[in-house]
């Protein structure tokens, strides 16, 4: 069984930046791709982020793109998500998520249903 665990999260100011991490407790030999999701109160999961095996393919929700950046360490387990220019509208519970990669999963990998994994969630304020 894959554990993933998130840090990294806190209150910032709108304009502020924070980098999330998340650390797998398996070796990355069973780990395909990768991601992150949110969830704000009252609201669904959504997609954030996403990042193939070998780290080369990336993929972002549009409301992100050109502020948030998807990384991954294989050697160390880990994924991050470097967060600038944050928007209130950020703040939301943010889970880190696994495929198995024995499964063979498609790409890009948008839906909650592509991943076998999810940490607990951390959350990220930004006010305004």
């Known amino acids: 069984q894959v554990q993933l665990v998130e840090s990294g999260g806190g209150l910032v100011q709108a304009g502020g930046s924070l980098r999330l991490s998340c650390a797998a407790s398996?070796?990355?030999?069973?780990?395909?791709?990768m991601g992150w999701f949110r969830q704000a109160p009252g609201k669904e999961r959504e997609f954030v982020a996403t990042?193939?095996?070998?780290?080369?393919?990336?993929d972002y929700a549009d409301s992100v793109k050109g502020r948030f950046t998807i990384s991954r360490d294989n050697a160390k387990r880990t994924v991050d998500l470097q967060m600038n220019s944050l928007k209130p509208e950020d703040t939301a519970v943010y889970f880190c998520?696994?495929?198995?990669?024995?499964?063979?999963?498609?790409?890009?990998?948008?839906?909650?249903?592509?991943?076998?994994?999810w940490g607990q969630g951390t959350q990220v304020t930004v006010s305004s």
């Open positions: 998520a696994a495929d198995d990669a024995r499964h063979g999963g498609a790409w890009p990998a948008k839906s909650p249903n592509d991943y076998d994994y």
């Open positions: 398996t070796r990355m030999l069973y780990i395909g791709t």
């Open positions: 990042i193939s095996r070998g780290g080369s393919n990336t």
